[in-house]
């Protein structure tokens, strides 16, 4: 892409390369770079990062727009045990982001240099991310309703393995959609609303995700997974609480082991087994990072 842009910002054995339109405008350029870096701060919720330049000089966001400045090396300040080297090599981990003239941006996904997924999102799409982002350390509250607002959240990118869902709909008052499961008779039922239950001994997201339980992901020097393409048809077929599996971004897990660690109940995990749960996992917190808990189950990817 001969005269565009390119940043690269790098965040441990993971790297986010920007290529834009030279011409492209700051605010485009501002809204993609937030993105990058609101992602990292959502997987470790955390309100602050630390960015710098190869010369070990801190920048900003505004900074890195302004003067096209990169690479750039992203931490967490007083967390230890996030650690970026100040090292170009190449990552493990690589994302392309294919920026449009009209601020859209198309998503390309690596893994030791084998694309595993492609998405598109347009503006809209980033600035209402972003926003619920922001919202979130700033509020120190979790936005529920934010799923209403977006239109499309991923458009389908040609010849791609993409999702392609919209999020609003039209519904009486009191109705649910009929694909997230229906109510019981004379029982109210509230669209979007999160419910938290108590979870069993031992099975809270912290002890999940303790480096007891956690096992090594795909790419683990010495560790390897097959990932297959099945059809939804397949999919459908694990419907149960003893044989669940679940689509979340085009991407296929058997969640029968995460059932009693899921925050909101099993019951409510449940309504998206067997079956593709992207809108419902949208619906009800679309700033978790989904493959960060469940990579580990993650037995496929949806054949298209």
Known sequence: MS?????????????????????????????????????????????????????NQYQTVEA???????????S???????????DEAP???????????????VVEKYRSGKKTETLRMELSTLKTLNTATNRIFADGEQVDDLAKSLETLY???PNEMTIARELTEERKEGEISPRFGGAEDNEPQVPYKREKVPYQ????????????NVVAPVGTPGITKDLKAYTMEEVN?????????????????????????????????????????????HQYH?????????EKYQVGYVKR
Do not use: C
């Open 3 to 55: 005269g565009d842009l390119t940043l690269r910002l790098i965040f441990q054995d993971e790297e986010d390369v920007i290529i834009a339109p030279k011409l492209v405008s700051r605010a485009i350029l501002l809204e993609v770079l937030s993105y990058v870096t609101n992602n990292v701060r959502k997987l470790y919720t955390t309100p602050k990062l630390t960015l710098r330049d190869k010369d």
């Open 64 to 74: 890195i727009a302004e003067f096209n400045l990169t690479p750039i090396f992203i």
């Open 76 to 86: 967490i300040p007083h967390n230890a045990t996030v650690k970026t080297f100040l």
């Open 91 to 105: 990552r493990t981990l690589k994302r392309m982001l294919l920026v449009g003239a009209d601020g859209s941006v």
């Open 155 to 157: 458009v389908k990118a």
């Open 201 to 212: 001994e031992g099975k809270s997201q912290f002890a999940l995700l303790s480096p007891l």
């Open 237 to 281: 077929a694990h419907n149960a609480d003893t044989d669940a599996w679940i689509v979340i971004n085009g991407k296929i897990y058997d969640v029968t082991k995460y059932l009693n660690y899921h925050p909101g109940g099993k019951p409510k995990l449940m309504l998206g087994v067997g079956r593709d749960g992207t809108a419902l996992f």
């Open 286 to 294: 679309p700033w978790v990072n989904a493959h960060f808990i469940l």
